[in-house]
């Protein structure tokens, strides 16, 4: 890598020997900061299983903390085991959740809060391609009725009735859902893939409805996204109400 920020007002040159490890690179945005979970069970105030919070400029710290639960925090979440079940013990803020290619479960009675740095930008749940992100907790946008962009190539699995938060992206990944109330509120709006920009070319998006009954929320296609965005349904579960039931007429033409 050519140069690296030194703390105070340089660049300077910056070697990286090949050592036979992973590199990884995290681009952090003004007012977030990231913390690596470093395994367990549990995640709750007080539970030391998290790194130092550190934030651009700053070197990452080896000692075991809580998570800080402020607005802006990047969680990343990497695991050596094919699948992890977390049970979050109280309600927990979170402007990412940022996954590798495992499949984990979040449980318990504690809610986590889309809290993203800056008022006007969503929070962000990014699975890694390959991986599933089951979450059964609320997913509580606040009074600001934050919104959620649903990213990387992964599936995020949505079982939670009382959801509450602003509108979904969902751009190179797969959102599935449960229940007719885990994309919020009705009326929300589900947009489907992204457009190109730059040299970033334009994403599909997936949503799959695994129930019957009332679906109030209107699915779109973001304007000059891929033609490839999809929309599944199942009734895998809900044997007693077989028939899913459209509530908003849906922008939608894909297959």
């Known amino acids: ?124 749940i990014n699975v890694g391609s390959g991986g599933e992100v089951t979450i059964n907790n609320k997913l509580d946008g606040g009074l600001g009725n934050v919104n959620l962009s649903v990213v990387g190539g992964g599936r995020l699995v949505l079982t939670n009735e009382d959801n509450s938060y602003g509108d979904t992206t969902v751009s190179n990944a797969t959102l599935k859902l449960t229940n007719g109330k885990a994309a919020g509120a009705s009326g929300k709006t589900i947009t489907l893939g992204a457009p190109a920009a730059g040299t970033v070319a334009a994403t599909a998006g997936h949503l799959e409805l695994d129930f019957g009954g009332l679906f109030d929320n209107t699915i779109t296609s973001a304007v000059g996204s891929s033609t490839g965005n999809t929309v599944s349904i199942f009734n895998e579960k809900n044997v007693t109400d077989p028939t899913l039931t459209f509530g908003k007429r849906n922008n939608y033409a894909g297959k």
């Open 1 to 124: 890598i050519g140069t690296a920020w030194d703390g105070t007002n340089n660049f300077t040159t910056q070697t990286l020997s090949d050592n036979g490890k992973l590199l990884k690179i995290f681009l952090l945005g003004a007012g977030e900061y990231l913390q690596a979970w470093k395994g367990g069970s549990t995640w709750g105030t007080g539970v030391a299983n998290w790194s130092d919070p550190y934030q651009e400029g700053e070197t990452p710290g080896d000692t075991s903390v809580a998570w800080q639960n402020a607005a802006g925090g990047v969680a990343f979440f990497e695991s050596a085991n094919a699948s992890q079940t977390i049970s979050v013990l109280d309600d927990q803020m979170f402007g990412t959740l940022q996954f590798d290619n495992k499949n984990y479960t979040f449980d318990g009675a504690g809610d986590l809060q889309l809290a993203p740095a800056g008022a006007t930008n969503p929070a962000k």
